[in-house]
Every structure is written in structure tokens, then in C-alpha cells.
């Protein structure tokens, strides 16, 4: 389809606009993702704050809580099951079974909000390789049926 000389051209093109492409479908992705889990996040905090939740909540953010590194964690950002072993058990200690509530109650609007997120990059990426498709079409010469004379 094209010309010899043409081909390591064509084809260094081709991958620099991949590897372009790729760079922007994982930092997209990754932002999207990072976003709607903390909406999740979000959500949770504040369904649980109206609920019967609240008392605890006001309780556990109250403390000083540490990762492994010594920085310090912000409940507001972080996902009750990542947690460390450590940090779960002190806010255990304050109420085990409201620990329990909260997590679920967190665990499910995270998930559905990822759920989300995924269905909107499956979506870009269908749409990304329908355009590329109906770009090859156009860009790939017609070929006529050879007949024998």
C-alpha cells in the first residue's frame, strides 16, 4: 500500500501516535478513576454522617491516625478496607460494629461509583476503536476485482 521507502516512516508514525494514545488513555483513565472513588468516598461520608452514623464518624475523625510512614491519614480520602491492620483496629476499638456499617456502607458506593467510571471508559475506548476503524477504511485504497480477459 505504500512505497518501500515509505514503510519505516508509515510505521514509526503509526507507533508514536499508539504510544501517544496509550499515555493519554492511562492518565485519563487514571484520573477518572481516582475521581469517582473519591466520590464514592464522599458519598459515604455523607450519607453516613446523616444517618446514625455520626457520632462515630465526629469520634474516629477526631484522632491522629498514622500509615506505616508516619504521615498522617486522611479518613475524608481513604478507603476503609485499605487501611492498615493497625489503623482498623483503633477504630474498632471505638465501636466494632460501626466500623462494620460504615465499611459496607463505603464498600458499596465506591463500587457503584466505579462501576461508573469503567462504563464510561469502555465507552471512550469503543468509541476510540470505531474511529480508528472508519479512519483505516477511508485510508485504505479500493482494490477492483481483477477479471480475466
Known amino acids: 500500500m505504500f512505497p518501500k521507502k ?3 516512516s508509515v510505521t514509526g508514525i503509526g507507533g508514536m501516535f499508539g504510544g501517544f494514545g496509550g499515555i493519554l488513555v ?21 450519607e453516613a454522617k446523616t444517618g446514625t452514623l455520626g457520632a ?5 475523625r477526631s484522632l491522629h491516625l498514622l500509615n506505616k ?4 491519614i486522611d479518613l ?5 478496607g485499605s487501611l492498615p491492620k493497625e489503623v482498623v483496629m483503633q477504630l474498632q476499638a471505638i465501636n466494632a460494629d460501626a466500623f462494620v456499617q460504615l465499611k459496607k456502607l463505603q464498600t458499596g458506593l ?3 461509583e466505579m462501576t461508573t467510571s469503567y462504563a464510561i471508559m469502555f465507552g471512550v475506548c469503543a468509541l476510540a476503536y470505531v474511529v480508528a476503524w472508519s479512519v483505516m477504511k477511508m ?3 479500493r482494490f477492483k476485482k481483477i477479471e480475466n480477459l
Do not use: C, T
Not at 487514571?30 to 455523607?46: C, H, N, T, V
Open 76 to 80: 475524608d480520602r481513604a478507603e476503609l
Open 56 to 60: 462515630y464518624l465526629d469520634q474516629i
Open 110 to 112: 465506591v463500587l457503584s
Open 139 to 141: 485510508l485504505v485504497p
Open 69 to 72: 510512614h508516619g504521615s498522617v
Open 26 to 46: 492511562n492518565k485519563s483513565g487514571g484520573w477518572l478513576f481516582d475521581a469517582y472513588r473519591q466520590a464514592g468516598i464522599a458519598k459515604a461520608w455523607a
Open 6 to 8: 515509505a514503510v519505516g
